[in-house]
């Protein structure tokens, strides 16, 4: 096994289940973290399977500065994934304050403690493509190299968080590795992103618990789609391959435009469905295209990506198909 003691952050959040099971083999040890805090969107799901034996689950908040140090302390990891973040942009709009909490001092939190308890395990920070903010169609597709312009508060924060992990690994030689990845969508994903904000009207209408249409915002704007499963393969390949100080950008090197997810969505609905737009949907601001030139990460690790979006689409609408069957009175 290439590690010994592997801690995972974000164990229990959207792709932490799905990571935890690529990374199973890969540590004698594995340590996934939760902060304890769980949305009636998106319940934090139990270990299942092969997890529930082989992965121990702590909670910790890592706004807590001792107590990740007392946590970095009694692990001592020699490998460490960081995926921990509040990662729903409506969100970071509505409280600012908790997402720069948990995003910018979180990550500072466990940099810290890493330094202060003397070890220096190999880091995969998980960060992401919205720090690019807003980019014109010709600077498509986007590379490491493009410059920053955050448009959310979520994506200010994860600029900063990255650029920190950039900055403790030539400071003080922390081997951090950063990764940028693109939007990714699957089963067990919370609303607060496009694809399972649709997937969940669409159950809803199917169930008779709203009326046959369904709230848009901008359907014009293209993004790089991936399945959680590939993302999830992605960061495991990473974690083994790539190197300490880089960034990598990771995404299906394809865009899809909103209104194409909204269509193979409806294609897939039991009953038909008008579109309506509603105003507050509409960001302040937002880039028209985001596509991903995947080329340097898929040159370090071979990675691509396995699963269609009609694939995604599919499975994410039929995880909130059997949610709200789980709810409804029989």
């Given at each position: 096994?290439?590690?010994?003691?592997?801690?995972?952050?974000?164990?229990?959040?959207?792709?932490?289940?799905?990571?935890?099971?690529?990374?199973?083999?890969?540590?004698?040890v594995i340590v996934g973290l939760t902060s304890g805090r769980v949305s009636p969107r998106r319940p934090a799901r139990a270990?299942?399977?092969?997890?529930?034996?082989?992965?121990?689950?702590?909670?910790?908040?890592?706004?807590?500065?001792?107590?990740?140090?007392?946590?970095?302390?009694?692990?001592?990891?020699?490998?460490?994934?960081?995926?921990?973040?509040?990662?729903?942009?409506?969100?970071?709009?509505?409280?600012?304050?908790?997402?720069?909490?948990?995003?910018?001092?979180?990550?500072?939190?466990?940099?810290?403690?890493?330094?202060?308890?003397?070890?220096?395990?190999?880091?995969?920070?998980?960060?992401?493509?919205?720090?690019?903010?807003?980019?014109?169609?010709?600077?498509?597709?986007?590379?490491?190299?493009?410059?920053?312009?955050?448009?959310?508060?979520?994506?200010?924060?994860?600029?900063?968080?990255?650029?920190?992990?950039?900055?403790?690994?030539k400071n003080y030689g922390l081997p951090v590795i950063r990764l940028r990845p693109f939007n990714h969508a699957g089963a067990?994903?919370?609303?607060?992103?496009?694809?399972?904000?649709?997937?969940?009207?669409?159950?809803?209408?199917?169930?008779?618990?709203?009326?046959?249409?369904?709230?848009?915002?901008?359907?014009?704007?293209?993004?790089?789609?991936?399945?959680?499963?590939?993302?999830?393969?992605?960061?495991?390949?990473?974690?083994?391959?790539?190197?300490?100080?880089?960034?990598?950008?990771?995404?299906?090197?394809?865009?899809?435009?909103?209104?194409?997810?909204?269509?193979?969505?409806?294609?897939?609905?039991?009953?038909?469905?008008?579109?309506?737009?509603?105003?507050?949907?509409?960001?302040?601001?937002?880039?028209?295209?985001?596509?991903?030139?995947?080329?340097?990460?898929?040159?370090?690790?071979?990675?691509?990506?396995?699963?269609?979006?009609?694939?995604?689409?599919?499975?994410?609408?039929?995880?909130?198909?059997?949610?709200?069957?789980?709810?409804?009175?029989?």
């Amino acid at each position: 096994m290439p590690f010994q003691r592997l801690l995972v952050t974000g164990a229990t959040g959207f792709i932490g289940p799905y990571l935890l099971r690529e990374l199973v083999g890969r540590a004698a040890v594995i340590v996934g973290l939760t902060s304890g805090r769980v949305s009636p969107r998106r319940p934090a799901r139990a270990l299942e399977g092969e997890l529930a034996g082989r992965v121990h689950l702590l909670s910790c908040d890592l706004t807590d500065k001792e107590a990740v140090l007392d946590l970095v302390r009694s692990l001592m990891p020699d490998a460490v994934v960081h995926a921990a973040a509040q990662a729903s942009i409506p969100a970071s709009y509505r409280d600012p304050d908790f997402t720069f909490r948990v995003n910018v001092d979180g990550t500072r939190h466990l940099y810290d403690a890493l330094m202060r308890a003397e070890i220096r395990p190999r880091v995969l920070f998980i960060g992401s493509a919205d720090v690019y903010g807003s980019v014109s169609e010709d600077e498509n597709p986007i590379g490491e190299r493009a410059e920053f312009r955050p448009l959310s508060p979520y994506a200010v924060s994860k600029a900063a968080a990255d650029l920190l992990s950039y900055q403790v690994w030539k400071n003080y030689g922390l081997p951090v590795i950063r990764l940028r990845p693109f939007n990714h969508a699957g089963a067990g994903q919370g609303t607060g992103f496009v694809i399972p904000d649709f997937a969940c009207q669409v159950a809803e209408i199917e169930v008779g618990r709203r009326a046959p249409e369904i709230m848009v915002g901008d359907l014009s704007a293209k993004r790089d789609f991936t399945n959680v499963r590939d993302m999830a393969r992605a960061y495991a390949l990473a974690l083994d391959a790539c190197a300490p100080g880089e960034v990598y950008n990771i995404g299906s090197g394809v865009a899809e435009s909103v209104a194409q997810v909204l269509d193979l969505l409806l294609g897939l609905a039991t009953t038909p469905i008008r579109k309506k737009v509603d105003p507050s949907r509409l960001r302040p601001s937002d880039a028209p295209l985001r596509l991903c030139d995947p080329g340097k990460f898929r040159a370090a690790t071979g990675w691509a990506p396995q699963r269609t979006i009609a694939q995604t689409v599919e499975e994410v609408l039929n995880d909130w198909r059997a949610r709200l069957a789980a709810t409804t009175p029989v």
